[in-house]
């Protein structure tokens, strides 16, 4: 079970603090997860983490701030940077959004020792390119491996326009070769994540058949050759098989996909489906080197942040449009009840009458459902009984 957030600000700043237990052979792998606003994530990050530290809603920049989930497994630590949607200029200034939304995603690149690129499959508009932030972002790091994420294929009916997307995403490559079909859907199609499209890379004389659905993960662990050697895996010299260059801006503009990826995943995050599998498959990449972390540790938000964040996740969920961007956070309390409970009690301030109206609800129904389910998600994150009380205020 992963450990819970401590609800003590000092507490969980001696925690970060603490030093690493560290293993006789520690292994860590730092892992940046990009793509548009709204992809999922945060889902996904909440997902492998195995509780909910990070702020997740249908409305675009839920994310503001970069953070960090942290994942412990026997010697192995996992380091997620979960970062803002990748976003531009224009928009960030719609959104109000802070300047550092803007230069965190490619903070986290700096950091990374993998990306994980998420597309949302179920968007028809924006499933079948890579979005310009997103490539732009895989061009300047071209040395950093990458694998495609292909989330909520749940939600596709048609399976079969996986194996499009998937194409159109990698421009046919995936690990220096082609990708081609063994068969198309032979399994009950109401299957969801279960890989519908059984497709395999033509492989190069004497290599090991893959066996997940896109690639080589059984390869990786075996021979150690995945990562990083994109360049010489099954490459038969041609052009395709050349490990990423770097791109400059005028390479990008006719480009759809990055056919650099090492591996091709799909899941439904939200749902949890095939989040092991890719677990599993980071887990199999974390290199030697030591722990940056002690293993009670889950996150290195403040408990304060993740309070906020979950607070206006449920506000950004419940107001129309562009109402929750100018709603003001105030904790006034904070502190043990009696019987050991969290009590929280936190203002909200607002520009206009209107909003007030709008956030109190007829009834008080809506504050009421706001502080109910946003109570539910810290007990969850700090697993204990938590009592919210909010109020609205113009400011």
Sequence with gaps: HPPPVATDKEEQKRLLENRPDQPPKPKVLRIAIIGAPNAGKSTLSNQLLGRK????????????????????????????????????????????LDETMLTDPWDSMKHADLVLVLVDVSDHWTRNSLSKEVLKCLSQFP?????????KV?????????LEIATDLTEGIVNGRKLEVKSALKQDPSTSAKSPLHTTQASSPGSKVPESPFGQ?????????????SSDVGGAGTAEAQGPKHHGPEDLKDTKGWPHFQEIFMLAALRGEEVDTLKRYLLMQAKPGPWEFHSDVLTNQSPQEIC????????LEYLP???PYGVTQVTEIWEEGECGELLIMQSLLVPRESHKRMLIGRGGKVISRIAQEAGQDLMNAFLCDVRLKLKVEVK
């Design 53 to 96: 530290v990070f702020p997740v809603s249908k409305k675009v920049h839920t994310s503001r701030c970069k953070a960090w989930g942290v994942i412990t497994h026997e010697d192995t630590q996992l380091i997620i940077l979960d970062t803002p949607g990748l976003t531009n200029p224009l928009k960030a200034k719609r959104h109000n």
């Design 143 to 151: 040395h950093i491996p990458s694998v495609l994420v292909l989330n």
């Design 154 to 162: 749940d939600m596709l009916k048609k399976k079969f326009l996986l």
């Design 217 to 229: 993960e059984k390869n990786q662990a075996q021979e150690g050759s995945g990562l990083g050697k």
């Design 308 to 315: 906020d964040n979950i607070i206006r996740e449920k506000i």
């Design 321 to 323: 449009l562009e109402v």
